[in-house]
T-cell receptor, first 112, second 111 residues
Framework: ETGVTQTPRHLVMGMTNKKSLKCEQH?????MYWYKQSAKKPLELMFV???????ENNSVPSRFSPECPNSSHLFLHLHTLQPEDSALYLC???????????FGSGTQLSVL | EDQVTQSPEALRLQEGESSSLNCSYT??????LFWYRQDPGKGPEFLFT???AGEEKEKERLKATLTKKESFLHITAPKPEDSATYLC????????????FGSGTKLNVKP
C-alpha cells in the first residue's frame, strides 16, 4: 500500500464520546500534519509533527489531542466535541516541513 | 487578515472553453506557492510549486504562473474530467512550518 491512509473514512459521534482518528503514511516522510476542512473555508492547520516532535500547535482546543508514536503514524484523539467540530479532517505528510504535502482522503466527522 | 484569496469562488465552463483561476497573496517573504486539485470525497492532490516571479509550470491542460502578488492557473481546452476544486497555498519564510490555504475555486466543466 502506498501514500497516506486515513481511517475511518466516516465517523458519527455524540458530544460525550471519545474516538480516535488514525493516519498512516507509506512514503518515508519525516513530517506529518492534521488539517481541518470546513465547507467554503480554507484548510486550517491544526498540528505539525517533525521527526515525531510537535512543532506547531495552531491554538487548537484541548478536546483535540494529537499523538505521533513514530514517523509513519499519526493519531487525533477526540473527546467532548461540539457540533461545530463537524468537518473533514485531513492528514498529510511531507519530506521536511518546507516541501509539498501529500494528503490522505480524510475522515468526515459528524458531531451530533 | 486573509493571507491567500482565490477567485472566482466557482466557475462553470463548457468543454473546450479556456479560462484562468486567480490566487492572490500578501507579499512579504514568499517561500513557495503551491497549487492542489481536490476531487469530492478525497484529499487535495499536488499539482505545482512556484518559487519566484516569472516562473511557469505546465502539466497537460494546466499552466501555472507567478507574479509578485498573484498566481494564475490557466486551463486550456478543459475537459469534464478537469472538474474539481483547485486550491492555492502559500508558504512564507517567517513560518515555513505553515501553509496558508485559499478557500478554493470549484470548477465545473460541462460536456
Amino acid at each position: 500500500e502506498t501514500g497516506v491512509t486515513q481511517t475511518p473514512r466516516h465517523l458519527v459521534m455524540g458530544m460525550t464520546n471519545k474516538k480516535s482518528l488514525k493516519c498512516e503514511q507509506h512514503l518515508g516522510h519525516n513530517a506529518m500534519y492534521w488539517y481541518k476542512q470546513s465547507a467554503k473555508k480554507p484548510l486550517e492547520l491544526m498540528f505539525v509533527y517533525s521527526l515525531e516532535e510537535r512543532v506547531e500547535n495552531n491554538s487548537v482546543p484541548s478536546r483535540f489531542s494529537p499523538e505521533c508514536p513514530n514517523s509513519s503514524h499519526l493519531f487525533l484523539h477526540l473527546h467532548t466535541l461540539q457540533p461545530e467540530d463537524s468537518a473533514l479532517y485531513l492528514c498529510a505528510s511531507s519530506q521536511g516541513t518546507s516541501e509539498k504535502l501529500f494528503f490522505g482522503s480524510g475522515t468526515q466527522l459528524s458531531v451530533l | 487578515e486573509d493571507q491567500v484569496t482565490q477567485s472566482p469562488e466557482a466557475l462553470r465552463l463548457q468543454e473546450g472553453e479556456s479560462s484562468s483561476l486567480n490566487c492572490s497573496y500578501t507579499v512579504s517573504g514568499l517561500r513557495g506557492l503551491f497549487w492542489y486539485r481536490q476531487d469530492p470525497g478525497k484529499g487535495p492532490e499536488f499539482l505545482f510549486t512556484l518559487y519566484s516571479a516569472g516562473e511557469e509550470k505546465e502539466k497537460e491542460r494546466l499552466k501555472a504562473t507567478l507574479t509578485k502578488k498573484e498566481s494564475f492557473l490557466h486551463i486550456t481546452a478543459p475537459k469534464p474530467e478537469d472538474s474539481a476544486t483547485y486550491l492555492c497555498a502559500v508558504r512564507y519564510r517567517y513560518n515555513f512550518n505553515k501553509f496558508y490555504f485559499g478557500s478554493g475555486t470549484k470548477l465545473n466543466v460541462k460536456p
